[in-house]
């Protein structure tokens, strides 16, 4: 018998109305005081330019709805960072560099 820790294996199961899953070309990204929060959305009209009353500068506003909110605790922000990280790099390798072959570029996240 051994002192070491056993090793968890997660099984993940996800439900058959979750399967194919949703699109979301932009993703948003804060915090309250015990989670991390992840915004997944899509457009849902052309941008258009728009000014702002107060300033009167331009922009463009691009309509926007959330299709998922995942809440995570801070302690798995590494590993989600980790899995992102290896994924993207093992994208990059088949695809051929950076924002690959279906890539727009345009995808957001921010805080």
Do not use: C
Not at 2 to 29: C, K, M, Q, W
């Amino acid at each position: 018998m051994t002192d070491e820790p056993l090793e968890h294996r997660v099984e993940i199961t996800v439900p058959t109305e979750n399967e194919v899953g949703v699109y979301a070309g932009f993703a948003s990204v804060w915090r309250t005081q015990d989670s991390f929060v992840l915004d997944f959305a899509t457009e849902v009209q052309p941008p258009e330019v728009s000014e702002d009353p107060e300033s009167g500068e331009r922009f463009v506003h691009v309509p926007a709805r959330v299709v998922s909110r995942v809440r995570i605790p801070p302690g798995q922000v590494w590993e989600l960072m980790k899995a992102l990280e290896q994924n993207l790099s093992a994208y990059e390798r088949g695809s051929g560099g950076a924002g690959g072959a279906g890539g727009t570029g345009r995808g957001h996240a921010g805080s």
